[in-house]
């Protein structure tokens, strides 16, 4: 996936983390550092270093929640707002690179949808095989 989304996030001066991070924020605005990692799969020690960066371009802004001081908020900066309008374009072009039909786009949703409960299920395992090992 990396490999086939570099040529397309390259012109835009982006990774392919970063652009995680900003589809999810695209999604929704000013989430938590842990809600982010939740949501991506990255723990603090992976996520923390990439927002830093990412805010030393402009692309997203930290501080922290006012009501509780432990939790860091992430929203869009401004280059990541100007970003969301060329989503689309990178979208399109990964499409294209595969050589995309509206049939493989049924595919590629039923895939993803499948990806979303395989991973539902192995978190709700893991949970579980904790609490019984407790």
Request: hydrophobic letters at 35%; one cysteine or more; proline letters at 5%.
């Amino acid at each position: 996936m990396i490999a086939a989304y570099q040529p397309l996030l390259g012109p835009l001066g982006l990774t392919y983390p970063q652009y995680l991070v900003l589809l999810c924020l695209w999604e929704e605005d000013g989430v938590t550092v842990s809600a982010l990692g939740e949501r991506l799969h990255l723990d603090s020690g992976t996520l923390t270093p990439l927002l830093k960066r990412m805010e030393k371009d402009g692309l997203v802004v930290r501080r922290r929640d006012r009501e509780d001081e432990r939790k860091v908020i992430v929203t869009l900066g401004p280059r990541g707002r100007k970003l969301q309008a060329r989503a689309p374009e990178v979208m399109k072009g990964l499409f294209c690179a595969i050589g995309g039909t509206p049939k493989d786009l049924e595919e590629i949703v039923r895939l993803r949808n499948s990806v979303k409960k395989l991973i539902s299920k192995l978190e709700s395992n893991q949970t579980n095989n904790q609490e019984e090992s407790s």
